[in-house]
């Protein structure tokens, strides 16, 4: 203890070199494993640029000869997609003109749901909000609205004739910049785009409906067939939560209210029967089983029931673009 006074100094100056040069080493481990992590990045790029050197990108005849032949191919794509793209430009409307197609589109959209049986937002505009509260336009914005309106009514003549279960939300780009932002939820984040190589018009939109894959199908050959030029980007499924509003699978008088909505005329069939079935006259019904019935119990017969289609709705989620070019 008196040896440990008196060598106070010494004791704290080996203690503190001791711990200077266990910082040291772990200083100096740290960047060994960085330099091997540095040396095994340089041997990849090495590699790799060794590859691209290798392809030998100069200015050969060979490879002149493969640009142009892929020019000419990419030329011909062209002279065949050119043709359907093409649209012949809005004539200008009035305001007043505009007013009155944007309100009469809205209200054949609305009563066509109403008569499909399709949900719609109370008060839907369609993605028209602010300009239905508008009473004068910014220049040279008539135009562009007009043509986004005929698009919207295209997108939902598809939806309504694929007999989805309800249109959720549709969403586009503004058609100009300053588009009053009174329908914030109506608008993507994205522009539109004009390409330089061929001056196509290229413009998103997003469309969510609920319903089931055959309306789905449906929905997409819509669009492959439709005289615009429709271009499905993402297709996006996902469950409803019947316990948080989503829509549970029909049955007895809804499965029969779903029936004439497709317009197939067909009515739900009694509760227990298999489908597929003859209607059993209500004198010769079945009556139900034993509710004490052991599990696995088939019915008089020997004939087992069978879930023939056991589908719950969807809600999908399409993210699309229109491309087109304009007529001279």
């Not at 640009?67 to 043709?83: C, D, H, I």
């Not at 007013?99 to 054949?108: A, G, S, V, Y």
């Not at 279960?165 to 984040?189: C, I, M, N, Q, W």
Request: aromatic fraction near 6%; glycine fraction near 6%.
């Amino acid at each position: 203890m008196v040896w440990i006074k008196r060598n106070l100094f010494l004791i704290l100056f080996i203690v503190g070199a001791l711990a200077i040069t266990g910082l040291a080493v772990f200083y100096l481990i740290n960047r060994i494993a960085a330099d091997k992590k540095a040396t095994a990045d340089l041997g990849a790029a090495t590699t790799e640029w060794k590859g691209l050197a290798g392809h030998s990108p100069a200015l050969t005849e060979e490879n002149i000869a493969a640009a142009s032949g892929e020019a000419e191919r990419l030329k011909q794509v062209s002279t065949q997609v050119a043709p359907l793209l093409v649209t012949t430009p809005e004539s200008p409307l009035q305001p007043v003109e505009y007013k009155t197609l944007l309100e009469n589109t809205i209200d054949e959209l609305t009563k066509r749901s109403e008569t499909l049986g399709i949900d719609l937002r109370p008060r839907y505009s369609f993605t028209f909000t602010a300009q239905r509260a508008m009473v004068e336009f910014p220049t040279n914005s008539i135009p562009p609205l007009t043509t986004q309106l005929k698009e919207v009514k295209e997108i939902c003549r598809i939806l309504f004739d694929s007999k989805v279960h309800s249109l959720d939300t549709l969403k586009r780009v503004k058609a100009y910049p300053t588009e009053e932002a009174a329908g914030a939820e109506d608008y993507l984040r994205d522009k539109i785009v004009v390409t330089n190589a061929v001056g196509a018009v290229i413009t998103p939109y997003q469309v969510a409906f609920k319903g089931f894959t055959s309306e789905l199908t449906s929905v997409l050959e819509g669009f492959q067939t439709s005289p615009v030029f429709f271009v499905v980007k993402t297709v996006e499924s996902r469950q409803l939560d019947k316990n948080l509003g989503g829509m549970a699978p029909a049955t007895g008088e809804d499965a029969m209210m779903e029936a004439e909505r497709a317009g197939t005329g067909a009515t739900a069939p009694p509760a227990g029967s298999i489908p597929g079935s003859a209607a059993t006259p209500p004198a010769a019904a079945t009556p139900p089983a034993n509710a004490s019935a052991p599990a696995g119990a088939t019915p008089a017969g020997g004939a087992s029931l069978k879930t023939v289609l056991d589908e719950t709705p969807k809600r999908f989620i399409l993210s699309l673009e229109v491309v087109k070019t304009y007529a001279n």
